[in-house]
């Protein structure tokens, strides 16, 4: 099925939903599990929302904040607020409350979307319910709205992005162009109606809702979702055949078993490079006829990029895993920033770009000369005769889990809410999640560590909390460069 380029995207995609009557979708956090929806009753689904949101909000692309859960009811919601024609904008489920408000006024949000246990929290803020459900309730922004009119009625969607292109921001999709990303990636990686997936990648980041959940529902192969911070999935897991697996590097070994990857027709792995170590344990833990994908991408590119095969060959030869095949459409250049080394910035074209960012005071032409153009990934590749291999970022940057951390972020929150006279937060190694925010301090106050970070937690994400702390007479010279 074709969506790019049509108005009516999400009107064909609900069609297309509808059909897939054999589609089994299941939610072990659910209420009524192990029962399961088919395509037609999780449209059903989606049409209430949308019901809703109609009344709520009648004007055409209209922002809505979506604190995104991985769950049915969330994925469904989302769809009714496409539906309805609103122009959703996904956040993390376990945002600060005083992040999400200053995202829906610099967004100019009608609505906001919230599980229902946060609606006491919110409506202190001015906030007036509109909707509750056992899973989520609908409020009425207090803030002015604007809608987003500068593509006309085109249907978009907005993703908090943590990518390597600066501090972390809105994104705008055109959803023709997810969709067609979405369709991509499953060809790529030969995602059939007869598998099962394991719905493991968060909703509102752009891997686990396009090569995710959207991916399995165009294809009309069944899913499960599977939050790892409330279910024990190698718990769960063998119960159940399931024959795709998705994870990030730092992730993919804790969240399935043995059993479970040797079961698997397909396992996919993205969000960070894949070390030596860690493609070699994939390899002997995966079954002998398991198809093992290294994917790359970035949410400004929709986000899917390239696949990679994964094999002990591939491996052995490349010293590495290569970047990998680029998907139809797609075209890589590399812009030389070391001729000695061979290595270079990497940029790519491709039909499902992102036409820009939400703010127009972050657009910069350091990520893409134009909507919808060419995007510079800040990554550096290293250019062979037979491909490309990865070698790091140009920008500073830490990678945990999957997850980029911006050190600026967490500079500034230090220095803001702790006694310390100066601070740098640089990435430290760590086995399991790749790096870790390490963060040095100066001062003659020595404060305890535990302080600090029971501090932070009320102002940062957990993942942003330094898990190593080291005071320092000085910094460094290039500290901070």
Not at 35 to 62: C, H, Q, T
Not at 114 to 140: C, M
Not at 157 to 162: A, H, T, V
Request: net charge neutral; aromatic share 6%.
């Amino acid at each position: 099925m074709g969506f790019l380029g049509t108005s009516n995207c999400i009107a064909l995609l609900s069609e297309h939903i509808a059909t897939h009557t054999a589609m089994r979708l299941q939610d072990p956090r659910a209420s009524n599990w192990p029962s399961m929806i088919n395509g037609p009753l999780f449209i059903d689904r989606a049409y209430n929302w949308a019901k809703i949101f109609f009344i709520a909000e009648p004007v055409n692309n209209s922002p809505i904040l979506i604190l995104m859960r991985l769950g049915l009811e969330s994925s469904s919601l989302l769809l009714g607020a496409l539906q309805a024609g609103l122009f959703p904008i996904l956040m993390k489920p376990t945002t600060p409350t005083h992040l999400v408000l200053e995202a829906v006024r610099e967004s100019s949000c009608s609505l906001i979307a919230v599980p229902s246990g946060l609606l006491l929290e919110i409506v202190k803020h001015g906030f007036l319910p509109v909707s509750q459900g056992d899973d989520y309730a609908i409020l009425r922004s207090p803030y002015a709205s604007v809608p987003h009119l500068k593509l006309g009625n085109t249907p978009i969607i907005g993703i908090l992005s943590s990518g390597s292109t600066g501090k972390p921001k809105i994104i705008i999709h055109t959803l023709d162009r997810v969709l067609h990303n979405a369709t991509l990636h499953a060809t790529s990686i030969g995602l059939r109606a007869e598998d099962t997936v394991a719905l493991t990648l968060p909703l509102n980041y752009s891997a686990g809702l396009v090569a995710g959940l959207l991916s399995t529902l165009i294809t009309g192969a069944s899913g499960i979702f599977i939050d790892t911070q409330k279910i024990n999935p190698r718990r769960l897991l063998p119960q159940l055949r399931v024959s795709v697996c998705m994870a990030t590097p730092a992730t993919i070994m804790s969240v399935y078993d043995i059993t479970t990857l040797d079961r698997a027709r397909v396992v996919t792995v993205g969000g960070d490079a894949i070390n030596y170590r860690l493609a070699c344990e994939l390899i002997e833990y995966c079954g002998i006829t398991t198809e093992i994908y290294s994917t790359y991408g970035m949410t400004e590119a929709g986000p899917r990029i390239s696949s990679s095969t994964v094999t002990r060959e591939i491996l052995e030869y490349y010293n590495a895993i290569p970047l990998g095949k680029p998907l139809e459409g797609v075209q890589f250049d590399i812009r030389i920033t070391d001729t000695v080394a061979g290595s270079g910035e990497l940029l790519v074209s491709t039909p499902t770009a992102m036409y820009g960012y939400l703010n127009p005071s972050l657009e910069s032409s350091t990520t893409q000369d134009k909507p919808f153009g060419t995007i510079r990934t800040g990554d550096i590749f290293k250019v062979l005769s037979d491909g490309m291999v990865f070698v790091g970022r140009s920008g500073r940057l830490i990678v945990r889990g999957g997850e980029n951390i911006y050190p600026a972020v967490i500079e500034s929150a230090i220095l803001k809410h702790l006694d310390v006279d100066d601070v740098w937060v640089t990435a430290e190694p760590d086995e399991l999640l790749g790096h870790v925010p390490k963060a040095y301090v100066t001062g003659n106050k020595k404060i305890k560590i535990s302080y600090m970070a029971k501090k932070l937690r009320n102002v940062l994400p957990s993942s942003y909390i330094p898990a190593i702390w080291e005071y320092a007479e000085k910094l460094p010279d290039h500290a901070k460069k």
